[in-house]
Structures are given as C-alpha cells and as structure tokens.
Nanobody, 126 residues
Framework: QVQLVESGGGLVQAGGSLRLSCAASGRTFSSYAMGWFRQAPGKEREFVAAISWTGGNTDYADSVKGRYTISRDNAKNTVYLQMNSLKPEDTAVYYC???????????????????WGQGTQVTVSS
C-alpha cells in the first residue's frame, strides 16, 4: 500500500502561483511513477502531469504545458506540482496519484494509477 497526502492548495488570484506537494508513505516511492489529476465541479477528472521513477521523463496536459512543472524528490518521498500563471479555469480539486510502472513510463490515464490521495482544493479568482 502507498498512502498519499497532498498539501499546498488554496485561493490565489489569476496570474499567481501555487506549489502543491504530495508526501508518500508505504512501499518504495522511487519505484512508482507519480502524477497529478484534477476535477472541476461538474467535469470529468482529467490528467494534469506525470513523472517517471527517476524524474527523467515528464508529461503534461496541453492545457497546463508551459505553466506547470512536476518534480520529485525520492529522498523525501515527495512529488511537487509548481503552478504558475494560474487561470480561473485551473480551479479544481487536485489529486496526487501513484502507479507501478516501468522506470521510464509517465502514465496519463487514470486507469493506470493504483493509488490516489484525498485531494487538495485550488481556487483561482479572476
């Protein structure tokens, strides 16, 4: 089992920045691909970003590319999501996810992820 706990959400004005953190406990963190999904009210849960075991590969949704950066610190069992130039449409609950995968893989489908955090709310005001 892997437990995931997100933090860092909050209220920010459009154009601002936030950094989300996800602390993982349980099995070997460094052997899991990690990612973030989000779900806005009345919408489907969608892929945001993913990072491979060593952090060498990353993948982003088109809607956040160039504004968000995913990173990980395997020594701290933590994955981060730096969010810049935030827009009102980025408002959502953000979920940290973990997937058992091959070392270079960055899963983008929710079906590929084995573990989910409880989520943290991000609200961007206009």
């Amino acid at each position: 089992q892997v437990q995931l706990v997100e933090s860092g959400g909050g209220l920010v004005q459009a154009g601002g920045s936030l950094r989300l953190s996800c602390a993982a406990s349980g099995r070997t963190f460094s052997s899991y691909a990690m990612g973030w999904f989000r779900q806005a009210p009345g919408k489907e849960r969608e892929f945001v970003a993913a990072i491979s075991w060593t952090g060498g590969n990353t993948d982003y949704a088109d809607s956040v590319k160039g504004r968000y950066t995913i990173s990980r610190d395997n020594a701290k069992n933590t994955v981060y999501l730096q969010m810049n130039s935030l827009k009102p449409e980025d408002t959502a609950v953000y979920y940290c996810v973990a997937a058992q995968s091959l070392p270079w893989i960055t899963p983008t489908s929710r079906l590929q992820y084995d573990y989910w955090g409880q989520g943290t709310q991000v609200t961007v005001s206009s």
